[in-house]
């Protein structure tokens, strides 16, 4: 469980996606309140959680995150059955959702849940509105982080000397 630690607003890092700046260009950021069940709540506050591939899409005028896995905990009841990758409403402000939906459906970004978090004991996520990045994109942000280190040795190696 990787769990980091905000003073400043209380947040506590339950999950992160970390293929999302590999895989994307972050443009902008949003913080929402999920609807979640009971069981739900308590997968994600011992962080029995993916959120690799998750994404989040419109349903009738509302906001789902959707191919989230919560694992359920083991627990006595063995008669009932958990959905684990069930669509999970997000909850916005309704200009957060008209400029989620321009933003997705009119200028081609993507949504894409960014990390999940306990804000004052209350389930939230960031949603990142993203663009893709190509397979070149990808391999001159590594050309870059290697000339960056590579910098960064031979300022040290001159310093020292």
């Known amino acids: 469980m990787n769990i980091k630690y905000n003073s400043s ?8 996606n970390k293929k999302v700046k590999h895989r ?5 950021t949003l913080e929402a309140g999920l609807v979640l069940l009971g069981w ?19 349903y009738l005028g509302e906001v789902y995150l959707i191919d989230s896995q919560f ?4 627990t006595n009841n063995i008669h009932i059955s958990y959905d684990s990758n069930r669509k999970r409403k997000i909850l916005l402000k309704k200009y957060e959702i008209i400029f989620l939906y321009n933003k997705i ?22 949603i990142a ?16 982080n290697k000339w960056k280190l590579e910098k960064n040795r031979i300022m040290k190696s001159k310093s020292l000397s």
């Open 71 to 74: 694992s359920s905990l083991y």
């Open 9 to 16: 607003n209380l947040n506590i890092t339950v999950a992160f």
């Open 24 to 28: 994307y260009f972050i443009e902008d």
């Open 129 to 144: 509105i993203v663009k893709g990045k190509t397979q070149y994109d990808k391999r001159e942000i590594e050309r870059k």
């Open 105 to 126: 459906y009119k200028n081609n970004y993507t949504a894409v849940a960014l990390e999940f978090f306990l804000k004052n004991n209350w389930c939230k996520t960031k």
């Open 40 to 58: 739900e709540v308590k997968a994600f506050k011992s962080g029995n959680i993916n959120i690799i591939d998750s994404y989040v899409s419109f």
